[in-house]
């Protein structure tokens, strides 16, 4: 995300549709809208009902000293202020509860759609930016969707309340604020824009600053080691004073928004005060009448500063929902497969198959592959980085689509396949090993509900990890830490070994189990990999070609093209493209063994 977005190319948004939907989430708690709008109405009633008191204790309390006003007027007052009180907690209550509710929900909402994502999408965006538009743009829309909500209706119903009265004090004075609507409209309209494109850039920016601190966070070591402070610093400071200076126009905008429209309300309510008197002096307006009036126009303003400061709010909702909504509208992994079975034998076939990244079409990086795998096969994927082995494996758990050709597993093609049931054939032990931070059992049986004890005790010891678990403190259920960061890498390998082994799946991937580990921390993992790739079709992309010296078959691909199959032993012989590659690595070994 660049924090130099122009919103001025951005395609025209429908402020309607888009706010709209948005009130959708709002409208769903009904109930609680409908006792949240009958309490705004009394809070609204309660500012005329406070302005008409003024008439009967002026007039009648203080000028004509009419007892029985004098009598009634302070439980009148109290009685106000009281309901007032009570309705405006509710209103509160109410809209703030439909508020988190609605947060509640778009989170959820966004959450089961990034697991449901392809992997184009984690491709191509930041963490920070997804990561920001959970945390930043959402919480925009709970004050768009609530507080906005809110005041729409509790303020304009204020105003609409005391302008009545005033008609109904003296009709030619209010009309002097009808004269001026038309003005306050236009300002309104004309600052609109401004607020959602300033929005769309705060968002940017967050979405940046994440990004930022993600990085520095997740790269820590090379950070210090490399010296790169100074460049994360200023990389920060460029990105957080853009969110600054973004923030300062939206506030500049709106205060001048909000002041114009103040002065032009100070006009009005002068050119009444002079009217008032010139209708005081022919003894048309008493003066309660009067002061009543006035305590109205001056009520005025706390509900008018409010419905046009709401105006930014809503334009950053507006702009915070178009985030969000464009996120919920990402296409998920398609899944129109409808065939199920309980267990592969593991035989997967390529047939002709080309494949190119979504949004390159021209760069293919696959082209005409064609290999049969038979079940219970251990094939090795060699290459340069690059030649498209890894993007080759990637396509049997259909992480991506749209290739051409056929990938057919036991002669049934991946599309036909239910992706859920697809997947649970599939296990996969990689060069990033992923943890959870949470228990060494759960990261074992990470995927099933039920925990069978005895099934994840024969799977640790098979990948050699129960004897460092159980030298921890609370054995199974002792903590990993954020990214396994409290266990060693061979004893992490390990866990995601005993991961595959516990899901016993017909069909393992591996991607480089062993390349970034030391030599004794290999010879114990490789010894648990024999056992995790006893009876599985076991497809392995190598770096070290040591460790797939014994694959049934190995597969060696240059620039997404099959160029050599055979075994260890054949290849050699042939004198070619692999026979070249073992070359290199052999004396690079002999070299490091010398030195």
């Not at 060699?382 to 051409?404: A, D, E, H, W």
């Not at 004890?453 to 799977?459: I, M, T, V, Y």
């Not at 079709?537 to 070290?544: C, G, Y």
């Amino acid at each position: 995300m660049s924090v130099n977005s122009d919103s001025e190319n951005a395609k025209p948004v429908n402020v309607k549709v888009t706010y709209g939907r948005l009130l959708s989430y709002t409208f769903q708690n009904k109930g609680v809208f409908a006792f949240a709008v009958a309490s705004m109405v009394l809070v609204a009633l309660s500012q005329p009902a406070f302005a008409a008191l003024m008439e009967p204790m002026l007039d009648g309390g203080f000028i004509n000293k009419d007892p029985e006003i004098i009598q009634w007027l302070p439980y009148a007052f109290i009685s106000v202020f009281i309901v007032r009180a009570i309705a405006g907690f509710a209103s509160d209550y109410s809209m703030t509860w439909i508020g988190r509710k609605v947060i509640q929900t778009l989170r959820a909402q966004m959450f089961e759609r990034l697991i449901m994502l392809p992997n184009n999408y984690y491709d191509n965006t930041s963490t920070g930016e997804t990561i920001s538009r959970f945390i930043y743009d959402v919480e925009q829309l709970a004050t768009a969707s609530t507080t906005a909500v809110t005041i729409l209706i509790k303020d304009s119903l204020m105003l609409v309340s005391l302008i009545g009265w005033m008609f109904y004090l003296s009709p030619m004075l209010a009309g002097v604020f009808l004269v001026l609507a038309p003005v306050m409209a236009l300002i309104v309209t004309i600052v609109s824009r401004r607020f959602r494109d300033i929005s769309k850039r705060i968002q940017s920016s967050m979405g940046t600053i994440s990004h930022v601190l993600e990085e520095s966070v997740q790269g820590q070591r090379v950070v210090k080691i490399f010296g790169g402070q100074k460049y994360e610093l200023d990389r920060f400071y460029k990105n957080n004073n853009h969110n600054r200076q973004q923030n300062m126009k939206l506030m500049v905008s709106t205060s001048l928004s909000t002041a114009i429209l103040q002065i032009i309300v100070a006009f009005a309510l002068a050119g009444i005060i002079y009217v008032a008197i010139q209708e005081g002096l022919k003894d048309n307006l008493t003066a309660g009448t009067f002061t009543a009036y006035i305590t109205a126009a001056t009520m005025l303003f706390a509900p008018l500063k409010r419905l046009t400061n709401i105006n930014a709010v809503i334009q950053k909702g507006v702009a915070a929902a178009e985030s969000v909504f464009e996120f919920l509208d990402i296409e998920q992994e398609s899944d129109k497969g409808t065939y199920n079975v309980d267990r592969v034998k593991g035989e997967i076939v390529f047939e002709d198959l080309n494949f190119a990244y979504e949004g390159h079409p021209d760069k293919a990086v696959l082209n005409n592959i064609n290999l049969h795998i038979k079940p219970g096969e251990t094939i090795a994927f060699v290459g340069q980085s690059g030649s498209g082995k890894s993007t080759l494996v990637n396509l049997i758990p259909r992480l991506y689509s749209g290739y051409n050709g056929k990938i057919l597993l036991d002669g049934v093609n991946l599309e036909d396949y239910k992706i859920e049931n697809l997947r649970d054939h599939i296990a996969y032990v990689g060069q990033e090993v992923v943890l959870f931070n949470d228990t060494i059992a759960h990261n074992i049986t990470y995927g099933f509900d039920d925990i069978d004890e005895n099934k994840l005790n024969e799977a640790a010891i098979a990948a050699h990890a129960m004897e460092f678990i159980e030298r921890q403190e609370q054995g199974m259920y002792s903590l990993t830490g954020e990214k396994g960061v409290l266990l060693s890498g061979g004893q992490r390998q390990r866990l995601v070994i005993a991961r595959a082994l516990f899901k016993n799946a017909p069909v393992l991937i591996m991607d480089e189990a062993t390349s970034a580990l030391d030599t004794e921390s290999e010879r114990i993992i490789q010894s648990a990999l024999e056992a995790l790739t006893k009876n599985r079709t076991t497809l392995v992309i190598a770096h070290r070609l040591s460790t797939i010296e014994n694959a049934d078959k190995i597969v060696v691909m240059e620039k997404g093209n099959i160029v050599e199959v055979g075994t260890h032993a054949e290849l050699l012989q042939k004198g070619a493209a692999y026979s070249a590659l073992h070359s290199i690595q052999f004396s690079e070994s002999t070299d490091k063994s010398d030195s």
